[in-house]
């Protein structure tokens, strides 16, 4: 039996035989890919199969899968929905080693359609044939120069580059392939159902395969989460980056909530944050997908943080810099010396320099390359974008030729330095294509959109700087399994890892608790400690700010009486140190029943729940993280001096998140929620204080 992840898709992805099964003369499926494999010029085996035919367009044909003269790595079942099964097996019995069914009309349709599919995958797993679709459009491989796409193929013209696809969505490949100008495919896989071979597995595939520098993915659903991060993780460390456009994002599943503020990973939040902890570059439309991938065409990539735009006009230049800011994309002011070198050769230039408004005196052909030559040498400067009026082809104003003498001042900078140069349109999709080509023959890539184009090269900027994770030490803690732990022993728990908690004394009596009242001083709090109550003011058992023994004995005698009605135990008290001071905010990990554990951050009170104003990252954590996630919540600026406040202690905070997650990571296996509620933030050198602590662990069998 072959497991999902061992199963070779090279005979699917790469082929090197190909059976057509139900081939025919007539224009269809079958004839579309014999076709297609003599465009592309493919020169493995072809092997049409039909009892009708002896020859089909060159090729001997066969009339069954079982007469192959080979066990084929390929057979594309050209043959509708209810010959699949049956050609299944024969593929089984032959040992042909992947196929791709199109048809729709099961797992997606119903109960019926479920169970067909169902056998299938069990011969294809019996006999190791990696399977695409159902439901799909096949694979297109430009490198290996096969197809099983179900599309005529025109010209294999322009098709091939470096972006490999792969897309649940079959027409959304279709309209990604229909503009080739100025990328183009190692390979596009439409992977309809994925009921064998799935969305991770070629995602795994292109992270190793040489023609592919860049994946995109178009995805409706995750079958296997833990293929897909995995995928993603392999991708990255190959230098790849994973374009993800993910669509339905609200219908993920909510898993049960435990807690008031437990849950938060119901959210498709999730998802995206996931991305982001495995470096995929998630977008919200094609668009900035295209650009994206346009910007992955130059011979070097973006890194650093220092982007700097060059414009032939102040009102480009302006415009930018308006769309720039309000996307929050950093365009820094050009440094003094920089501005007196192009000031002393150009003339004046307005605004601060970035977009730096070089047309001067008017003489492109001098001011151009004398102020590239100057990003060249600005230090700050890591990014090069020149910007100059758009260009399309037939262009009825302006002097001809005009788009290639800008295209070849650019060239020439980019030529002389190792910091990538980008030519950008003002409008996304406007573009000369005689320029682009000749721009791409030269390393240089082409973006289009102040927003889209300069968006792209900041995204590949932040890919480059992906920080690594805040380093768990071994697990110091043995967690109990499948147990809701009651304030006090988390409390326990959490110091292990350094976190701060009040004095606090465990009571069964008013003898105790007055005693330990007593020692850790007045005011103090009281509160039930018990696993059954983990909400515990729910039910009025918290009394916060008592005064003496009297308000002590009196409050307790009350919460005896609650506690007895619920069933709750009468003699464990929590006596604990009242903390005056501070800003309460929420700390928080959950578990997402797919994608592990993320850690949450917002402010207490009605923040989280009602405004959803909260921040999420998946663990483990890196570094520099808890700091985003403060800054990303809006309630965060309570942290800071108002009026006669002083700011509070942010640094403790952060020191706080991230120690909690540590802890999370540490005991990742056990652990199902940590909620801490309140944590107080006090003035800054204050500290913080986790005033209420509940951690939920998992069953033991669970982990
Ligand atoms: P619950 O189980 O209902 O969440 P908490 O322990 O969080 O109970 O107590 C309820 C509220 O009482 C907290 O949100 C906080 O405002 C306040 N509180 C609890 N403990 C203290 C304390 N030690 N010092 C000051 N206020 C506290
Ligand atoms: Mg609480």
Redesign the pocket.
């Known amino acids: 039996m072959f497991t999902p992840d061992a199963m070779d898709l090279h005979p699917l992805i790469a082929p090197r035989s190909i059976a057509v099964v139900g081939a025919s003369e007539r224009s269809g499926l079958g004839r579309w890919i014999l076709e297609g494999l003599a465009v592309f010029g493919f020169d493995g085996g072809v092997y049409p199969v039909n009892p009708k035919f002896e020859h089909l367009l060159g090729h001997k044909a066969y009339a069954s899968i079982g007469d192959l003269p080979v066990a084929t790595d390929l057979a594309a079942l050209c043959i509708g929905r209810a010959g699949v099964l049956d050609a299944i097996q024969q593929c089984a019995a032959r040992g042909v080693r992947a196929a791709v069914i199109y048809d729709s009309g099961f797992s997606e349709t119903g109960a019926e359609g479920k169970a067909l599919q169902e056998r299938i995958v069990a011969i294809c797993r019996e006999a190791g044939i990696a399977l695409c679709g159902p439901n799909c459009m096949g694979i297109l491989n430009l490198s290996a120069r096969s197809t099983s796409f179900k599309q005529t193929i025109r010209t294999a013209q322009g098709l091939a580059g470096n972006v490999a696809l792969v897309s649940q969505s079959g027409s959304i490949a279709g309209t990604m392939l229909a503009d080739l100008r100025r990328f183009g495919f190692s390979a596009v896989v439409s992977s309809g159902n994925e009921a064998v071979v799935n969305l991770g597995q070629y995602i795994d595939y292109f992270a190793g395969d040489p023609a592919t520098n860049v994946i995109a993915a178009f995805i409706e659903s995750i079958r296997d989460p833990q293929m897909f991060v995995a995928a993603l993780d392999r991708a990255a460390s190959a230098g790849k980056p994973v374009v993800v456009l993910k669509v339905g994002k609200s219908e993920r599943t909510q898993h049960a909530i435990t807690s008031?503020t437990g849950g938060l990973a119901g959210e498709s939040r999730v998802f995206s944050e996931v991305l982001r902890a495995h470096r995929a570059i998630e977008v919200t439309d094609l668009d900035e997908m295209t650009e994206i991938l346009a910007a992955c065409q130059g011979a070097r990539w973006p890194r650093g943080r220092g982007l700097n735009v060059l414009t032939t006009s102040g009102g480009q230049a302006e415009l930018i810099l308006d769309v720039a800011t309000a996307s929050g994309i950093e365009l820094a002011p050009l440094a003094a010396e920089g501005r007196a070198r192009i000031e002393a050769d150009v003339g004046p230039i307005t605004g601060d320099g970035n977009p730096l408004d070089a047309w001067g005196n008017g003489d492109a052909s001098r001011n151009m390359p004398i102020s590239l030559r100057v990003l060249d040498e600005n230090e700050a400067t890591d990014v090069i974008v020149f910007c100059s009026s758009d260009s399309v082809d037939d262009q009825p104003l302006g002097r001809a030729g005009r788009e290639l003498d800008y295209a070849r001042i650019l060239v020439e900078a980019a030529r002389n330095s190792q910091k990538p140069h980008f030519l950008m349109s003002m409008r996304p999709g406007v573009m000369h294509t005689g320029q682009v080509r000749y721009l791409a023959d030269a390393g240089v890539a082409v973006v289009g959109g102040a927003r889209q184009g300069l968006g792209a090269i900041q995204r590949l900027m932040e890919w480059h700087r992906a920080p690594p994770p805040v380093f768990a030490e071994d697990p110091i803690t043995v967690l109990p399994a499948g147990r809701t732990i009651n304030?006090h022993d988390a409390k326990r728990l959490l110091v292990t890892a350094g976190l701060p908690i009040?004095r606090?004394c465990l009571c069964v009596d008013l003898a105790s608790a007055c005693e330990a009242a007593n020692m850790i001083g007045y005011p103090?709090?009281m509160?039930i400690a018990a696993d059954e109550?983990?909400?515990?003011?729910?039910h009025g058992?918290?009394a916060?700010?008592l005064r003496d023994d009297g308000e002590l004995a009196a409050a307790l005698a009350r919460m005896i009486e609650v506690a007895r009605a619920l069933g709750a135990p009468v003699d464990s008290w929590l006596v604990?140190?009242?903390?005056?001071d501070?800003i309460?905010v929420f700390v928080g990990v959950s578990r997402d029943p797919d994608f592990g554990l993320s850690v949450a951050f917002g402010m207490?009170g009605v923040g989280i729940e009602v405004m959803k104003d909260f921040s999420l990252r998946m663990l483990p954590l890196r570094a520099g993280e808890a700091q985003e996630m403060i800054a990303a919540v809006r309630g965060a600026a309570l942290l800071g001096a108002y009026r006669n406040r002083p700011a509070a202690d942010r640094l403790q905070l952060v020191d706080c998140i991230e120690r909690v997650a540590k802890f999370a990571w540490a005991n990742r296996d056990q652990l199902n929620e940590i909620d801490l509620?309140?944590i107080?933030v006090r003035e800054a050198g204050r500290g913080c204080?986790i005033?209420?602590a509940?951690i939920v662990t998992r069953d033991a069998h669970e982990s």
Do not use: A, C
């Open positions: 008031h304030e009040p606090e103090v709090v509160k109550v983990p909400h515990k003011s729910d058992l918290v916060v700010g604990q140190e009242f903390v005056p501070g309460e207490g509620n309140p107080k204080m005033v209420d509940l």
